[in-house]
């Protein structure tokens, strides 16, 4: 069984990102990212800082607002429009979720497309779905690709299942895999809450990849011995009564023996995501700068 150490690959991705963003830095070019973070949901928050020191890390600037919940769409759009039209920053991120009052996809479709670094603008997921390199590819679905590429799993001619038809993984993923690219070429199913039999699905996949906020939702029954498994999920969960422990979508202990390879969580899929926004936040400062 091979262990997908997201972790590692994430580091050694960075490592690279360093040497790029410093050659960018002697060009005059310094990519910046932009941040919305509107309220104070404690998840959130983690997320943003933890999106600040990696951008950090490899030498992007970020600038961050911090917006009281009450705000109204039409201020949260302006807003968005100005750092539109704003030449020094690169890449835009809206953290999610939005306030009920808020429509999120309005908002995120209100981001240029040559700024939208988490590749979920209707632009961005639009061209995708017409088989069209998109300005960037979702974070989540792209740090899946490049730790399949890593490793050397290929995906063309296999069949992949993705448990889960969210907008930030399940959708996007199934369009990258069906591309008519080398790294793709796979033969797709998609299942969610309403597929009446799941395992009958994930027992016939060559690569089995779930995103439903599940707790150890994939045991052994469901698999094939030699699956590829990828575990998106991120859940906390109670061992005692004052002790929690982080664990995915999948039950790694019940599954590894029969895998051929397995993402871990933690460090997996998790710091690949981050590594893709700050892939996309650089490709957005060349781009912008090309232009």
């Known amino acids: 069984m091979i262990l997908l150490d997201g972790k590692a690959l994430a580091e050694k991705m960075r490592d690279e990102m360093r040497v790029e963003v410093s050659e960018l830095h002697k060009q005059g070019i310094i990519p910046n990212l932009g941040?919305?973070?509107?309220?104070?949901?404690?998840?959130?928050?983690?997320?943003v800082r933890n999106k600040e020191n990696a951008c950090a890390d490899v030498g992007i600037t970020t600038q961050t607002l911090r917006i009281k919940d009450d705000i109204t769409e039409e201020k949260l759009i302006n807003i968005i429009e100005d750092w539109n039209q704003n030449k020094e920053v690169n890449g835009i991120l809206v953290q999610m979720p939005l306030p009920k009052?808020?429509?999120?996809?309005k908002v995120l479709d209100t981001i240029s497309p040559l700024k939208d670094v988490d590749g979920l603008s209707v632009f961005n997921l639009g061209r995708l779905l017409a088989g069209q390199s998109p300005y960037f590819y979702p974070c989540t679905p792209l740090g899946i690709?490049?730790?399949l590429k890593s490793y050397n799993i290929s995906t063309e001619g296999k069949h992949c299942v993705i448990v889960g038809r969210g907008e930030l993984v399940g959708k996007p993923l199934a369009n990258m895999l069906l591309r008519k690219e080398k790294t793709a070429n796979a033969t797709v199913t998609v299942c969610h809450s309403k597929t009446p039999d799941i395992s009958y699905f994930t027992k016939q996949a060559d690569i089995v990849i779930v995103a439903i906020g599940q707790a150890q939702f994939l045991k052994r029954?469901?698999?094939k011995q030699g699956t590829v498994i990828v575990d998106v999920g991120v859940n906390r969960i109670n061992v005692s009564e004052k002790k929690t422990k982080l664990v995915g979508d999948v039950d790694f202990e019940a599954v590894k023996d029969l895998a051929s390879a397995i993402t871990p969580v933690p460090g997996g899929v998790g710091p690949m995501t981050?590594?893709?926004l700050l892939k996309n936040t650089i490709q957005a400062a060349k781009i912008q700068n090309r232009r």
């Open 35 to 47: 941040v919305i973070l509107v309220g104070e949901f404690a998840p959130s928050m983690i997320y």
């Open 101 to 105: 009052h808020i429509e999120h996809q």
């Open 145 to 147: 690709v490049e730790i």
């Open 221 to 223: 029954d469901m698999v």
């Open 274 to 276: 981050v590594t893709m």
